[in-house]
């Protein structure tokens, strides 16, 4: 039932005159006959009798007139909550974030967003390349930090940072001061792999190389691999930014050729963004943490 014509109806009612309630809420006399003529019409019975002196309820009118008064007073609240929500004032923002990106630069960025926005409730989710698709085709989050998604996973894409995949060598290894590593070694060495069969970056990389390396050990932690191969136990590769706040006998060697990823950020669909989640992008191109992560 349409909330305006609910108005019309309770102005007519409580004025006593449809001349009085046009007046009231800003229309034509004729435009406030048409709505109450449409809700009579919907509702199969008669509201209002005419008077000499304006309108009265019927007795269908006055039954009416509680539950027509929720359901003005329930669209109030609908109107309320949306305006608090564009304001920016309420809600929940949903984001999905990349291992490396979460840990460097998410925190600065929803320290800006918390003190600007303290109302919104954020839901952080941690994953790699197959959640961040498996999220944003279920439409679970708001917002994606992650490497630029296959083509196949429908959603709309910012580009904001170029990292480089470097190999990870143990210093004890005559290879680690090569000046690049050629991408072929992978074959060569004893191979220590993160998440394997996860769409990850390193997977990504084999999978388009065609590359079958002698993989030894795999983890489920990028900092349990860095710490395997610094202790000699093979060698790996990773986003250069993964590594920039760890110390460790790991020499970073480039590729040969060299290897990027993309980064930035995924939504769903940038035309049905919530207002939460476009505050939060505004927060990102702002922030001082993306200038930073590119001086890295």
């Not at 929803?110 to 944003?136: C, F, H, T």
């Not at 439409?139 to 490497?147: I, K, N």
């Amino acid at each position: 039932m349409d909330a305006l014509k609910c108005r019309a109806f309770l102005a007519t009612a409580e004025l006593g005159s449809m001349s009085a309630a046009a007046e009231s809420l800003g229309y034509t006399q004729s435009g406030i006959t048409r709505m109450i003529r449409s809700l009579e019409e919907e509702l199969g019975f008669s509201l209002f009798v005419r008077e000499k002196a304006g309108v009265a309820l019927t007795g269908n009118g006055r039954e009416m007139l509680p539950a027509i008064h929720d359901i003005v007073r329930a669209d109030e609240r609908a109107q309320q909550i949306a305006l608090e929500i564009n304001h920016i004032t309420r809600g929940v923002l949903t984001i999905g974030g990349y291992f490396s990106i979460s840990a460097l630069i998410l925190p600065q960025i929803l320290s800006v967003y918390r003190s600007r926005y303290p109302g919104i409730v954020i839901r952080l989710q941690e994953g790699g390349n197959r959640e961040m698709a498996k999220w944003l085709t279920e439409r679970s989050v708001d917002v994606c930090f992650c490497a630029m998604p296959e083509k196949d996973v429908v959603c709309d894409w910012i580009e904001f940072f170029q990292d480089e995949l470097v190999a990870w060598i143990p210093k004890s290894d005559p290879d680690s001061r090569l000046s690049s590593f050629p991408l072929k070694k992978l074959e060569k060495k004893p191979l220590i792999q993160t998440l394997p069969n996860h769409d990850t970056d390193l997977d990504r990389l084999l999978k388009v190389n065609r590359l079958k390396p002698d993989i030894r050990f795999t983890t489920r932690d990028t900092y349990t691999t860095y710490n395997m191969v610094a202790a000699g136990l093979g060698i790996s590769f990773d986003q250069k930014l993964n590594s920039k706040r760890w110390n460790g006998d790991v020499a970073e060697i480039p590729f040969d050729p060299p290897q990027y990823i993309s980064l930035g950020i995924a939504v769903p669909s940038m035309r049905e963004l919530s207002p939460a989640a476009r505050k939060f992008i505004d927060c990102i191109e702002e922030s001082s943490a993306v200038r930073v992560l590119q001086d890295l």
